[in-house]
């Protein structure tokens, strides 16, 4: 069965604290990897797709990278604004079904503080 | 505006009433998704559309969940006889293109709560 474990589950950093938040997954067949930001009360925003292992991608003060197990969401020097819940999820099967849905972690709640 | 927006924002229901909510993706967007969030949990998939056909509804948690796109635009999720473990956000997203690959845009969700 396809899953994505992400951990911690909650993090709180200082402001300018640089940190990694952890996105274990079991797949067959990876098609896509995922991070969005969620914050209170809203929907999910979308940061980055990885594809491929070795891959990288930033955006401002953050920078995914993708493994064969694993992706990473590294936080350098974090603002209070970048508190938020992150959500990893994966794009997954074969290329015949080939619905594009989703299947998400729990997410990791962060909390930068000033 | 440009994005995902859903109707209501916010419903409550008395357990065994039925409920109608509606998503409108974004302009052009062939592929629409429902998803379901239960409070400090991730989105779970419910159901797909590609245009006006609904493609996979392997999510849907029973027969009481039932999803429309009839004109491959706006849609609508109805739950029939809520029961109070269908208390949840339930999120539409959307994306340009059909299939794997391509990122989905989620609307801010309608919070159901059933009592």
């Known amino acids: 069965e396809d899953q994505v474990t992400q951990s911690p589950e909650a993090l709180r950093l200082q402001e300018g604290e640089s940190s990694s938040l952890n996105c274990s997954y079991t797949v067959s067949g990876l098609r896509g990897l995922f991070w969005y930001r969620q914050d209170p009360g809203k929907g999910p925003e979308f940061l980055f797709t990885?594809?491929?292992a070795g891959e990288e991608k930033e955006k401002e003060r953050l920078k995914a990278t993708l493994t064969k197990k694993e992706s990473f969401l590294h936080i350098t020097a974090p603002k209070p604004e970048d508190s938020a819940t992150y959500l990893c999820?994966?794009?997954?099967?074969?290329?015949?079904?080939?619905?594009?849905?989703?299947?998400f972690g729990q997410g990791t709640t962060l909390q930068v503080k000033p | 505006g440009a994005g995902v927006s859903q109707s209501p924002r916010y419903k409550v229901a008395k357990r065994g009433q039925d409920v109608a909510l509606r998503c409108d993706p974004i302009s052009g967007h062939v592929s629409l998704f429902w998803y379901q969030q239960a409070l400090g949990q991730g989105p779970e998939f419910l159901t797909y559309?590609?245009?006006?056909?609904?493609?996979?509804k392997s999510g849907l948690p029973s027969d009481r969940f039932f999803a429309e796109r009839p004109e491959g635009s706006v849609s609508t999720l109805k739950i029939q006889r809520t029961q109070q473990e269908d208390s949840a956000v339930y999120l539409c997203a959307s994306s340009s293109a059909a299939g794997n690959y391509n990122e989905q845009f989620f609307g801010p969700g309608t919070r159901l709560t059933v009592l």
């Open positions: 559309f590609q245009n006006e056909a609904q493609l996979d």
């Open positions: 990885l594809y491929s």
């Open positions: 999820a994966v794009q997954a099967g074969r290329r015949s079904s080939n619905t594009g849905k989703l299947i």
